[in-house]
């Protein structure tokens, strides 16, 4: 049962971190071909909801927020190795709700990693396209998106304490702390 549940667990990270990565990707190509040209040309972004949301055009050589723009590098050697972290980790995952936040997470850094990789000015300098804009916000993309609700569904999970695996279950379930009777 373990290993037919574990086999499951990492379908849905797999599955997750794969479909934020197309979803990511296929969103930041329109944009480059769409939206570039739009607001190169000055006919400015597009209103969806008026004032709340529209669509522009924009790279980020920094992190979020534009942070840490001259270190494009750092950002790009951090995000393969918590990619790295995340995979050795998916190992012991049995939580559904723990491989939903830890693919999502997986899928935005690696959405944000292939733009950082592949678009000028060098491999690992590259900018992150950027195109999704709110009021009194930086633009951001879905890669962007599913890195911040995967660090709040992972805050949410904790705070519920839910078990990453099922190993970490048996010891929390096995800890005299939590099983003592103190007799007041």
Do not use: C
Request: negative net charge; aromatic residues 8%.
């Amino acid at each position: 049962m373990i290993v037919g549940l574990h086999g499951r667990v990492l379908a849905v990270l797999g599955g997750t971190a794969a479909a934020v990565v197309v979803v990511d990707q296929l969103t930041k190509a329109w944009a480059v071909a769409v939206m570039e040209p739009r607001i190169s040309a000055g006919e400015g972004p597009i209103y969806l909801l008026g004032p709340l949301l529209r669509l522009t055009y924009t790279e980020n050589s920094g992190a979020a927020f534009g942070v840490g723009a001259g270190y494009t590098w750092v950002f790009t050697i951090v995000a393969i190795v918590v990619g790295f972290v995340i995979l050795r980790v998916a190992r012991s995952i049995s939580s559904v709700g723990w491989a939903l936040a830890l693919g999502g997470l997986l899928g935005g850094l690696l959405g944000n990693l292939i733009d950082r990789i592949t678009r000028p000015p060098s491999p690992g300098m590259g900018s992150v396209v950027d195109f999704i804009g709110l009021p009194n916000f930086p633009i951001f993309n879905v890669a962007d998106m599913s890195i911040t609700f995967s660090a709040i569904a992972m805050v949410a999970l904790a705070w519920k304490g839910v078990p990453l695996s099922a190993e970490e279950a048996d010891d929390v379930e096995s800890d005299p702390r939590e099983s003592r009777d103190d007799v007041a």
